[in-house]
């Protein structure tokens, strides 16, 4: 009797072992998987949003953005479909180095530059680098202390379709003359137009 039930208890632990472990396999293969997936995921929507830190995105959004990716219509179709579905502004990577924000802060040390939008610093920085930069300061303060776009040489969602069609592109190397010619780009809805300006620019 007393052998028997030491049996019993063997197998009840060997039982027991073997749920366990199964369990433990199941779990790993599960973990890889969902993983797996994610890597997935954020692979397919950075082919259409390369500026975009999918990461920083709700799961439900990226579900949404890996829909729209695998649905019909061209490509640029369904990236300006995935362009709408988020809020561009907030996932947009950095646009500036560091070395550029100090050239900024150089000229107006007392400026909280986290406050100053993209158009701004980029505007700023146009302004440092200009030939006659003497009153640099004074004119980054206008440009600070302004809600008036039209003293901007591209505004932020300007620049943030930019960056959308030519992600590489350094947008602090243009001019004044650039900006206006890319603005006309983008107003005519045409991005091999916007493209051609931006080869161009880059060319020079």
Do not use: C, W, Y
């Not at 052998?3 to 199964?22: H, S």
């Not at 479909?81 to 947009?92: K, T, Y």
């Amino acid at each position: 009797m007393a052998a028997r039930l030491l049996r019993l208890k063997r197998n009840e632990r060997i039982v027991t072992m073997k749920r366990i472990f199964a369990t433990t396999a199941l779990t790993a293969v599960l973990a890889t998987g969902a993983f797996a997936q994610t890597e997935a995921q954020i692979t397919e929507v950075e082919r259409f949003l390369p500026n975009v830190n999918v990461e920083l995105l709700p799961e439900e959004t990226v579900q949404e953005l890996v829909t729209i990716a695998h649905g019909g219509g061209s490509f640029d179709d369904r990236q300006q479909r995935m362009q709408a579905l988020i809020n561009i502004d907030s996932v947009v990577t950095a646009t500036f180095t560091e070395a550029q924000l100090v050239e900024v802060r150089t000229a107006v040390p007392d400026v909280d530059i986290a406050t100053m939008t993209d158009a701004q610093i980029l505007q700023a920085l146009s302004i440092v680098r200009s030939a006659d930069a003497s009153d640099a300061e004074q004119k980054i303060r206008a440009i600070v202390n302004s809600d008036d776009e039209t003293t901007l040489m591209l505004t932020d969602a300007e620049i943030r379709d930019i960056r959308l069609i030519a992600p590489e592109f350094d947008l602090t190397t243009i001019t004044a003359d650039d900006a206006v010619e890319l603005r006309a780009a983008l107003a005519s809805g045409d991005r091999d137009r916007v493209m051609t300006v931006v080869e161009s620019i880059e060319a020079m």
